[in-house]
Structures are given as structure tokens and as C-alpha cells.
């Protein structure tokens, strides 16, 4: 029997679901939902046309609503809530995680959001403004209040019989943070330590004080580096004055990872890191046509100069064929450049104190990958034309426009850095003009001086 891949098993039960939707069978589809995972329902309410989503929701076991907001992308949830009624949201909202539940109510309409705040009990209400106090992108907006704290004068005993008596962990819990009476963050102690220590041993003694403190107001992508560079599970959050006031987890981390790389594979094609495939059309057209304007306005630039030669155009209706061909060129040199300093920013490893050698590097790369090209390429033209001279101008067109795509590679994601652009956003548009303008006034202004009349 042929192996089913997951992505395959995952586009058959949509195709089941939607099918049985279709026939009406809504029975079968709560069945078919019943047992689905958190992650698998979202998925799937993400893969649905938008007129159906809805529908899945309701049949979806209320249970299960807030652990599928927590996985929805973030305009398909906007979707979802706007149809629900505030007293069903709060009660969706008592079983969700503090940092889930941030999320969830950054998304939520302006209309409703005071509603739904009336509407939830005195403890979950305060739970949610206090997370909502914290920057979205920041160590504290992302965080989980649900953790242990204990104090370094108590013995293993008395812990042991606190967490008997709590009964349930907070989850992905591998240590617990020991604290002064003003909450003040001391250390932390593994949760295997606690469970292999005698009973009388002191807490104090089992402190690991080189555990490192996250500041609330920490950016949440420094946060993930901290995490990567090194392989924490779990780490504590404080405020300024050094009071515990959480803990993120791995599983968080995970998401910031994740949403990071969908960013910057959306940003390069100039979309919305968290566009719905499903959007209305209208809604997608708009979204879509601002970059597509952009773009224009680059490409008439290039059209303009192009129109600067056209004498010689006319003249020489081969330079026509070939004018593209320099441009492209450089465009794919320029764009190799970009994507590895783009990461190379991203992951901290390309900044002011080394773009200079950087900059030198890829101008050698540049030049030297202009030269190999330049050689082939005048080569096969002066081959085919049976024009040596032709040969030689797309050449050299070809190693200034390769030199300057190596450089423009490093500078502009630099630039934009400066002026707190996005990069991966902005920076191939802006790229790809530099090399089409370069490419053709390189070919064109020196066809002109060398074979014009």
C-alpha cells in the first residue's frame, strides 16, 4: 500500500469535510471533527473557502474553541470572531493561556472589545488587561503568568507537598523560580532537582543563579535568539526593578520562529505576513495592487532610460534582443546577495562592525562572477553576430552591472535597516531597479559610444 503523505492525508480529510458539508451530512462532519487536534482544525478552517468556515466552526466541539483560536492565523481568526457573540467569547476565553489570550484579544474588533472584557469574571478580566499592558512584539506580550514561583528558604518537602496539593503543573514546566518575599527573581531550580533531592534539603542550596532573566520590554526575536543560542526550554520574565512577572516557553519561541519565516517569505513577494488564502477578492486586489504599483513606477524608471538610447536601437535592432539579458543577470546576483545579508541581519550575524568586509566580499564575488559571465557570454554573442566589438560591450556591461549588483546587495538591506524599513519588504524592489538601470545604461550608453553613428 503506497505511504500517504501528511500534506496528501491533510487535503483528503479537507476534501471529506467539505464533501459531507456539500450533502448536508453535519453529523458526520462533527464526527469527522471530533477527534481532530487543535492544530489539524485550523488548518483545515484555513484551507476552507471563507462561506464555509463558519459552518465548520460551529460543528467544531466548543471544548476546543480556544485551543483553535490560539493556532488560527491571525486574519482568519479576525474573521471567525467577529461573528461571535461576546458571552460565548468569554467563556471560550476561561480556559486559554494568558499569552493565547493576549493574542486573541489584539484581534479583536473595537466594537466588541469592551463587551467581551464585561463579560468575563474579575480574575480572567485582570489576566488579560495585564498582558495586554505589554508591547505586542516584546518579551512581556508574549509570556505566560501561569508559573511556580517559591522561596529559598523552604525545604523540598514543603515544595513537594505544594505541588500535591496544586495537583496539575502549568505547562512545559522544567523548572520553578525562586523569589524573595518582594517577588524579586533570585534563580531557578530544574524540576529534576526537586524530585531527586532529599526532603530536608534547603531550596536555597539548589539554586541555579546563572539562569538569565528576560526584561519584559525585550524585543521577541532577541528573545528568540537567546532561546536558539542557548537551548533553553523555559526562561524567566521581570520587570526593571528584577520582580518576577512570568515565563515564556519554548512552544512560544516555536511560534516566533515560525511567524518570522513566514514574514519574510510573504515581505519578499510584498504581501501581508499573515494574508488569508481564502480573502475576498476585492480585499486580496487591494493588498495586492500597492506593490504591483511600486513595481510599476521602479520599471518606468528602467524604461526610461532604455528610451534615453533609442537612437541606437534603431539603428541596431540586435541590442534589443539582447538588452534584457544584462539586467536579468544582475538581478539574480543582486538577489542572492540580499537574501544571505537579509538573514545574516536577522540571525545577528551581519551588522555595522562588520558590513564593511562584508560590502568588500561580495564586491569581490561580484566582480569576479561578472567576469566569468561577461567572458561566455561575449563569447557566444560575438560567435553568433560574427562582431567581436558587440562581444566586448555586452561584456563589460555585464561585469559593471554583476560589481554593482554585489554591492547593492549589502548596502541597500543596510540602508533600509537604517531608516527602520523592512528589509525583506522593500529591499528586492528597490534592488531590482538599481540593476535594470545599471544593467541597460551599462549596454546601451556603451553601444552607443562605440557603434553609433
Do not use: C
Not at 520587570?239 to 515564556?248: A, F, K, M, N, V
Not at 519578499?268 to 475576498?280: H, K, R, S
Request: aromatic content about 6%; glycine content about 6%.
Amino acid at each position: 500500500m503506497p505511504e500517504v503523505s501528511e500534506q496528501e492525508y491533510s487535503h483528503q480529510r479537507l476534501q471529506q469535510v467539505n464533501d459531507a458539508l456539500d450533502s448536508g451530512m453535519f453529523v458526520y462532519v462533527r464526527k469527522l471533527l471530533q477527534d481532530m487536534p487543535a492544530y489539524d482544525l485550523a488548518l483545515l478552517l484555513e484551507s476552507s473557502p471563507t462561506k464555509s468556515r463558519m459552518a465548520l466552526w460551529q460543528l467544531i466541539d466548543a471544548d476546543h474553541h480556544g485551543d483553535v483560536l490560539e493556532e488560527l492565523n491571525e486574519e482568519v481568526r479576525k474573521g471567525i470572531l467577529k461573528n461571535i457573540n461576546p458571552e460565548k467569547l468569554a467563556a471560550v476565553a476561561e480556559g486559554m493561556d494568558v499569552d493565547d489570550l493576549a493574542e486573541v484579544f489584539r484581534t479583536l474588533p473595537d466594537s466588541v472589545y469592551q463587551e467581551v472584557l464585561n463579560a468575563m469574571d474579575w480574575q480572567d478580566r485582570s489576566r488579560v488587561e495585564a498582558a495586554l499592558s505589554f508591547e505586542e512584539d516584546t518579551a512581556g506580550g508574549i509570556m505566560n503568568t501561569d508559573t511556580i514561583s517559591i522561596r529559598p528558604d523552604v525545604t523540598v518537602d514543603v515544595v513537594l507537598r505544594y505541588l500535591r496539593l496544586r495537583g496539575e503543573l502549568p505547562e512545559a514546566t522544567d523548572s520553578f523560580y525562586v523569589v524573595d518575599r518582594a517577588d524579586h527573581f533570585i534563580g531557578a531550580v530544574s524540576l529534576s532537582a526537586i524530585v531527586t533531592a532529599k526532603a530536608e534539603t534547603i531550596i536555597s542550596s539548589l539554586i541555579d543563579k546563572d539562569i538569565e532573566a528576560i526584561t519584559a520590554d525585550m524585543n521577541e526575536t532577541d528573545v528568540a535568539k537567546l532561546f536558539e543560542r542557548y537551548d533553553w526550554f523555559s526562561a524567566p520574565v521581570i520587570d526593571h526593578e528584577g520582580r518576577l512577572l512570568g515565563r515564556i516557553t519554548i512552544d512560544d519561541v516555536v511560534d516566533i520562529i515560525r511567524e518570522e519565516a513566514e514574514h519574510s517569505m510573504m515581505s519578499m513577494a510584498g504581501l501581508d505576513d499573515e494574508a488569508d488564502t481564502f480573502a475576498p477578492v476585492l480585499k486580496s486586489t487591494q493588498r495586492r495592487s500597492i506593490w504591483l504599483g511600486v513595481n510599476l513606477i521602479t520599471a518606468l524608471m528602467a524604461v526610461a532610460v532604455s528610451s534615453m538610447f533609442e537612437g541606437i536601437l534603431n539603428q541596431l535592432a540586435i541590442l534589443a534582443v539582447l538588452n534584457s539579458l544584462v539586467p536579468s543577470m544582475g538581478g539574480v546576483a543582486g538577489n542572492q546577495t540580499l537574501t544571505l545579508v537579509i538573514r545574516g541581519m536577522a540571525l545577528g550575524h551581519v551588522g555595522e562592525s562588520n558590513s564593511r568586509i562584508l560590502l568588500y566580499k561580495e564586491l569581490a564575488i561580484g566582480f569576479f562572477n561578472g567576469l566569468i559571465w561577461a567572458v561566455l557570454i561575449a563569447s557566444v554573442v560575438a560567435i553568433w553576430q560574427q562582431n567581436l566589438m558587440l562581444g566586448a560591450i555586452i561584456a563589460f556591461a555585464m561585469l559593471m552591472n554583476m560589481t554593482a549588483a554585489g554591492i547593492a546587495g549589502v548596502t541597500v538591506p543596510l540602508m533600509l535597516k537604517k531608516m527602520n524599513i523592512d528589509p525583506a519588504l522593500a529591499g528586492s524592489v528597490i534592488l531590482t531597479t538599481v540593476t535594470d538601470v545599471v544593467g541597460i545604461f551599462a549596454f546601451l550608453g556603451t553601444a552607443t559610444l562605440l557603434l553609433g553613428n
